[in-house]
Structure formats: C-alpha cells, structure tokens
C-alpha cells in the first residue's frame, strides 16, 4: 500500500505493557557505537516503527522508489542522512519519517538506539531507534522516496520461527549473494536485515510473539 491510512495502533494499556518492557530492555544496555575517523562515512538517524494491531506486533517499513539516489527499490526503514540543523541522530530519524512517510512526532514514542550499523557499498553510518506507534496514526508517503509502505509482522525476524537466507541481487550489472528475510514476496536485506536481526537478538525471548502462520 502506498500510504497507511489512520488506524488503529496500540491502546493505552497496551502501549504501556508492551513498550515499557521494550524501553526497559534497551535503556538497560549501552548501543554499540562504531567511531570511524575522517570523512568517508556520512551518518544516518533511522526509526523502527512497531505497533499493535490485535495483540501482534508489527513493524513498518518502506519500499524506497528506483529513483532515489541511495538503495533505489530496497526495503528500508523510515530515515536518512543527518543535516547540520540536526541536535541529534534520533531528531535526524523524527524528521526524515515525517519527510518521507508524513508520520508525525505527536504519534511516535521513542523507546530507545539499538546498536549501530553501517552499509556496506554507500557507506552510510546508521543510528537506529526504536519506536512504538500511538492509535490513530496515519501515513501519506513522498512519492519521490517512498514507493509503497509495507507491515511486516515480528514474528518474521524471531530467530526461533525463521533464519535468514541467501537471496541474489543485481548491483551495477553485477551479481552478489546477501542474507535476507522475506514476507509476502518482499526480500528485507542489507542493513535492514542486519539492524532487525540485531534488535531481536537484544530483546531475546522477553517479548512473547505469535509464531508464523503458515
């Protein structure tokens, strides 16, 4: 789907349940950060949307458009480059979702960073923060970035219900293999993958989550 209309997120309750033990759970560690001198990397504030929708949790992504300039068609999270008005990685991550999927601050609960993560061909430092999307959000996408906005359940990237395989892709006229997840015909990779994989491996078995329907 093109944009996420207004729908019904997380309940109060459920929002303090649930995302309370996820704020817990990465305020109680420190994020891995990478320090890399010089220039050659430009730093990038991404959001993991989550929400609820009858007792699952969900994930928000976006399919970017093939005429982007970074990760044309990838799966990606709302976020981009830093700008110098930017106070901080996470304010980089608020307002290119806003930018990119209309999504506003008001409707976003900030649970925490997990850990660092950088690209591996367009040399991109990533700050990831986690999340937890209040009812009544909407989405209306940038159509020059964002092709289509996708949910994917947890459930999807849960260690215990599904593994990462090996997908081929063509970049520059070039074939390489990379680890990805897949749901519903969508192939989630690169970074993307990486920071999911990553995440569930910080919340380990302390957020119970449905098992795959097959």
């Known amino acids: 789907m093109s944009d996420c209309f207004p729908r019904e997120g997380a309940t109060m309750t459920n929002l303090n349940h649930t995302a309370e033990i996820i704020k817990k759970i990465l305020l109680s560690r420190e994020p891995r950060r990478i320090r890399v001198g010089g220039n050659s990397l430009r730093h990038?504030?991404?959001?993991?949307?989550?929400?609820?929708?009858?007792?699952?949790?969900?994930?928000?992504?976006?399919?970017?458009?093939?005429t982007v300039e970074h990760h044309k068609g990838q799966i990606s999270f709302p976020g981009g480059a830093v700008d110098k008005a930017d106070r901080s990685f996470q304010e980089t991550a608020l307002r290119e979702t806003r930018e990119e999927i209309g999504l506003g601050?008001?409707?976003?609960?900030?649970?925490?960073?997990?850990?660092?993560?950088?690209?591996l061909v367009s040399n991109f430092l990533i700050h990831p923060?986690?999340?937890?999307?209040?009812?009544?959000?909407a989405c209306s996408v940038n159509p020059g970035e964002v092709e289509e906005v996708l949910e994917v359940p947890l459930s999807v990237f849960h260690p215990g219900y599904a593994r990462m395989k090996d997908y081929t892709f063509e970049h520059e006229g070039k074939s390489f293999q990379a680890p990805g997840y897949e749901y519903e015909g969508h192939v989630i990779w690169g970074a993307t993958a990486r920071i999911m994989e990553n995440f569930m491996h910080i919340l380990g078995d302390k957020i119970p989550l449905p098992p795959l329907e097959k």
């Open 44 to 66: 990038a504030g991404v959001l993991i949307p989550l929400f609820e929708r009858k007792g699952n949790l969900l994930v928000l992504f976006t399919k970017r458009t093939d």
């Open 105 to 119: 601050d008001e409707f976003i609960d900030v649970l925490g960073p997990v850990d660092d993560t950088m690209t």
């Open 129 to 137: 923060y986690v999340g937890f999307l209040r009812s009544g959000y």
